[in-house]
């Protein structure tokens, strides 16, 4: 069992910044990735978009839509993924969710079942 806690997202203006934090506990070591995902207004959970992806070294990436705004920092030794947020628009307004999985030649693989409880950001004047 994996168990991931967020922390983090409220109300924030646009062109404010927001810091989203995640922790992992439990049979982790199977995995070396860590990401954030979304879900928009509208989307349904499964069709929730990828934010940002880290390995357990210097890989990350990035959605196009974030790139230059967002940046993921992982700390291996704590087992959490930090998502630091500038500029927000009003679309980044979504429900955030942490997640554990594979990260492999550059793409993201989430693990099946595990997801944090999901955070509410709102970007509203």
């Known amino acids: 069992q994996v168990q991931l806690v967020e922390s983090g997202g409220g109300l924030v203006p646009p062109g404010g910044s927001q810091t989203l934090s995640c922790v992992a506990s439990?049979?982790?070591?199977?995995?070396?990735?860590m990401a954030w995902f979304r879900q928009l207004p509208g989307m349904g959970f499964q069709e929730r978009e990828l934010v940002a992806a880290a390995d357990e070294g210097h890989m990350t990436k990035y959605g196009a839509s974030v790139k230059g705004r967002f940046t993921l920092t992982r700390d291996v030794a704590r087992n959490t993924v930090s998502l630091q947020m500038n500029d927000l628009k009003p679309e980044d307004t979504a429900v955030y969710y942490c997640?554990?999985?594979?990260?492999?030649?550059?793409?993201?693989?989430?693990?099946?079942?595990?997801w944090g409880q999901g955070t509410q950001v709102t970007v509203a004047s």
């Open positions: 997640s554990i999985g594979d990260y492999f030649q550059d793409e993201y693989f989430p693990a099946a079942g595990y």
């Open positions: 439990g049979d982790i070591d199977r995995y070396n990735g």
